[in-house]
C-alpha cells in the first residue's frame, strides 16, 4: 500500500468515526414516559441530572405527600356539588381500625352558600388478593338553594327557582374483578330525602311557581331503598386518561317503601375513550352518557331523582341544573394539550338534551356549547380544573372546581 492509500483509508476511517453519531438513528418516543424518560437519560449523560419544575414538584406532592399525611386529619376543600361554592372542612382518616386492608374515613364541610355535608366511609379496595372490592358508607347532605327549571326539554331560564334538598343516606357496595379491568357489582341503599322551599333571599322558592303535577313528588317524599348492579371496565392509562377507555353500565330500582307513588327504575351508561398523539402530549377524549328510567302504571319519579344536564360536569356552557327530566342524552369531546408538565389546556364541545319520553332520545334539537380550559393534574387525576362555556342560548359560563370528572 502507497502513501497516498494509507492516507486515503486513514481520511475514510476518521471521517465514518465523526459521521456515525450524526447519522444514528434516533427513536421517536412512542409515549409521553418514554419521552420523560429519554430527556432524563440525555441530561444524566451530560452530568445534568433532571429537575423537575415547581408546578410539576407540587402536584407530585399533593399525590404522593398529602400535607397532613395518609392517616390522620386532613383539610376538606372543593365542591359539595354542582352550584354549591367552594366548601371547606375537615376529615379524619385511618387504617388502623382494620388492621391495613381499609380505609376509615370520615369529614365534613361546608360552603358560604350555607350548603353542608358530612360523611363517613369505610372502603376495603383490595381485598382477596386485589380481586375483590367492598365498602359502606352514611351521609347527610343539607343543599340549600337547588335550581329547578321545570321538567323536560322546554323548560324556561325566566323560571328559575330553588329549594332546599336534605338527604339521609346509608348503605353499602361490594364488587369481583374476574379480570383485571373488569368490576362487577352491586349494592343496596337506604335513601331518606326531604325537599322544601329554598332559602335564597334573591330567588323565588319552588312553591311559589311549580306544583305537584310540573315537579312530581313536592309536596311528600318517601323513604326508598335502593338496590343496584354496575358492570365497570377501565382500561385507562393512566386513571388521568392519555389512552384507554372506561365503560360503565349501573342498574338501580327505587323502592317506594312509603307512600305507593313513587317507585321506578334507571339505567345509566357512560362510554369514555381517550386517544393520543405526539408521545402523549395531544389528547382526543369523546364521552357518551345516557340515563333513562322506567315507571310502573300509577308511579311516577320525583324530580329530585331525575337526571340532570348543565354545569361543571355536563353542559358547561348552561346554568346548572338546567335541563331535567325522566331520560337524558349527553354527548362530549374534548382535545387536551400539554402545556407545561401537570398543566394541561383544552378546547371542548358539549352536547346533549332531556326527554320526557325515551323514544326522543335521538340526536335532533340537541343543546350544545363550546369552550375551553386548564386542566392542572398529576398522572393519577385533575387536581383543580376550570372551564369557561359559549355558544348556548343559557349566556356565558365560567366553573372553577377542584377535581375533574370528564
Same mark, same amino acid.
Request: glycine share 10%; charged share 25%.
Given at each position: 500500500?502507497?502513501?497516498?492509500?494509507?492516507?486515503?483509508?486513514?481520511?475514510?476511517?476518521?471521517?465514518?468515526?465523526?459521521?456515525?453519531?450524526?447519522? !444514528?438513528?434516533?427513536?421517536?418516543?412512542?409515549?409521553?414516559?418514554?419521552?420523560?424518560?429519554? *430527556?432524563?437519560?440525555?441530561?444524566?449523560? *451530560?452530568?445534568?441530572?433532571? =429537575?423537575?419544575?415547581?408546578?410539576?414538584?407540587?402536584?407530585?406532592?399533593?399525590? +404522593?405527600?398529602?400535607?397532613?399525611?395518609? #392517616?390522620?386529619?386532613?383539610?376538606?376543600?372543593? %365542591?359539595?356539588?354542582?352550584?354549591?361554592?367552594?366548601?371547606?372542612?375537615?376529615?379524619?382518616?385511618?387504617?388502623?381500625?382494620?388492621?391495613?386492608?381499609?380505609?376509615?374515613?370520615?369529614?365534613?364541610?361546608?360552603?358560604?352558600?350555607?350548603?353542608?355535608?358530612?360523611?363517613?366511609?369505610?372502603?376495603? &379496595?383490595?381485598?382477596?388478593?386485589?380481586?375483590?372490592?367492598?365498602?359502606?358508607?352514611?351521609?347527610?347532605?343539607?343543599?340549600?338553594?337547588?335550581?329547578?327549571?321545570?321538567?323536560?326539554?322546554?323548560?324556561?331560564?325566566?323560571?328559575?327557582? #330553588?329549594?332546599?334538598?336534605?338527604?339521609?343516606?346509608?348503605?353499602?357496595? !361490594?364488587?369481583?374483578?374476574?379480570?383485571?379491568?373488569?368490576?362487577?357489582?352491586?349494592?343496596?341503599?337506604?335513601?331518606?330525602?326531604?325537599?322544601?322551599?329554598?332559602?335564597?333571599? @334573591?330567588?323565588?322558592?319552588? %312553591?311559589?311557581?311549580?306544583?305537584?303535577? @310540573?315537579? &312530581?313528588?313536592?309536596?311528600?317524599?318517601?323513604?326508598?331503598?335502593?338496590?343496584?348492579?354496575?358492570?365497570?371496565? #377501565?382500561?385507562?392509562?393512566?386513571?388521568?386518561?392519555?389512552?384507554?377507555?372506561?365503560?360503565?353500565?349501573?342498574?338501580?330500582?327505587? +323502592? /317506594? =317503601? /312509603?307512600?305507593?307513588?313513587?317507585?321506578?327504575?334507571?339505567?345509566?351508561?357512560?362510554?369514555?375513550?381517550?386517544?393520543?398523539?405526539?408521545?402523549?402530549? =395531544?389528547?382526543?377524549?369523546?364521552?357518551?352518557?345516557?340515563?333513562?328510567?322506567?315507571? %310502573?302504571?300509577?308511579?311516577?319519579? &320525583?324530580? $329530585?331523582?331525575?337526571?340532570?344536564?348543565?354545569?361543571?360536569?355536563?353542559?358547561?356552557?348552561?346554568?346548572?341544573?338546567?335541563?331535567?327530566? &325522566?331520560?337524558?342524552?349527553?354527548?362530549?369531546?374534548? $382535545?387536551?394539550?400539554?402545556?407545561?408538565?401537570?398543566?394541561?389546556?383544552?378546547?371542548?364541545? #358539549?352536547?346533549?338534551?332531556?326527554?320526557?319520553?325515551?323514544?326522543?332520545?335521538?340526536?335532533?334539537?340537541?343543546?350544545?356549547?363550546?369552550?375551553?380550559?386548564?386542566?392542572?393534574?398529576? /398522572?393519577?387525576?385533575?387536581?383543580?380544573?376550570?372551564?369557561?362555556?359559549?355558544?348556548?342560548? /343559557?349566556?356565558?359560563?365560567?366553573?372553577?372546581?377542584?377535581?375533574? =370528572?370528564?
Amino acid at each position: 500500500m502507497n502513501r497516498f492509500s494509507k492516507i486515503s483509508t486513514l481520511a475514510a476511517l476518521t471521517l465514518v468515526a465523526i459521521s456515525s453519531p450524526l447519522f !444514528a438513528q434516533t427513536e421517536v418516543p412512542a409515549t409521553r414516559a418514554e419521552a420523560l424518560s429519554q *430527556t432524563r437519560e440525555e441530561k444524566a449523560r *451530560t452530568a445534568e441530572p433532571y =429537575r423537575f419544575n415547581f408546578l410539576e414538584k407540587t402536584m407530585n406532592a399533593l399525590e +404522593e405527600r398529602p400535607l397532613f399525611g395518609r #392517616d390522620g386529619l386532613y383539610p376538606k376543600l372543593g %365542591s359539595l356539588t354542582t352550584g354549591s361554592g367552594f366548601a371547606y372542612g375537615v376529615g379524619y382518616r385511618t387504617r388502623e381500625p382494620f388492621r391495613r386492608y381499609g380505609t376509615l374515613d370520615v369529614w365534613t364541610a361546608a360552603s358560604a352558600l350555607k350548603y353542608w355535608a358530612a360523611e363517613a366511609r369505610a372502603t376495603f &379496595p383490595a381485598l382477596a388478593g386485589g380481586r375483590i372490592f367492598a365498602e359502606g358508607y352514611a351521609s347527610r347532605r343539607d343543599y340549600p338553594q337547588e335550581r329547578f327549571f321545570g321538567v323536560g326539554p322546554d323548560s324556561q331560564r325566566g323560571n328559575m327557582t #330553588d329549594y332546599l334538598s336534605l338527604t339521609s343516606l346509608v348503605g353499602g357496595r !361490594a364488587g369481583v374483578r374476574p379480570a383485571s379491568p373488569i368490576l362487577v357489582g352491586g349494592g343496596l341503599d337506604y335513601l331518606k330525602p326531604y325537599v322544601s322551599n329554598g332559602r335564597s333571599s @334573591t330567588i323565588p322558592s319552588i %312553591s311559589n311557581v311549580f306544583n305537584d303535577t @310540573t315537579a &312530581p313528588g313536592l309536596s311528600g317524599q318517601p323513604t326508598f331503598f335502593r338496590p343496584f348492579a354496575f358492570v365497570e371496565v #377501565d382500561y385507562r392509562q393512566p386513571k388521568n386518561a392519555r389512552n384507554g377507555g372506561l365503560y360503565r353500565v349501573d342498574f338501580s330500582h327505587y +323502592e /317506594d =317503601r /312509603d307512600l305507593n307513588a313513587f317507585s321506578f327504575n334507571r339505567v345509566d351508561v357512560d362510554l369514555q375513550q381517550a386517544f393520543s398523539i405526539l408521545a402523549e402530549r =395531544r389528547v382526543f377524549t369523546v364521552r357518551a352518557a345516557m340515563t333513562t328510567t322506567d315507571v %310502573s302504571a300509577g308511579q311516577e319519579v &320525583p324530580f $329530585y331523582l331525575m337526571p340532570t344536564l348543565g354545569g361543571y360536569d355536563s353542559l358547561r356552557g348552561f346554568h346548572q341544573y338546567r335541563f331535567r327530566g &325522566p331520560h337524558a342524552l349527553l354527548l362530549q369531546g374534548e $382535545y387536551r394539550f400539554e402545556i407545561w408538565s401537570a398543566l394541561d389546556g383544552a378546547f371542548f364541545y #358539549d352536547a346533549g338534551k332531556v326527554a320526557e319520553r325515551r323514544s326522543d332520545l335521538d340526536l335532533k334539537h340537541l343543546e350544545h356549547d363550546y369552550g375551553f380550559g386548564f386542566r392542572f393534574n398529576t /398522572d393519577n387525576g385533575v387536581i383543580m380544573r376550570a372551564d369557561a362555556g359559549f355558544g348556548s342560548r /343559557d349566556g356565558k359560563h365560567f366553573y372553577l372546581v377542584l377535581g375533574g =370528572r370528564f
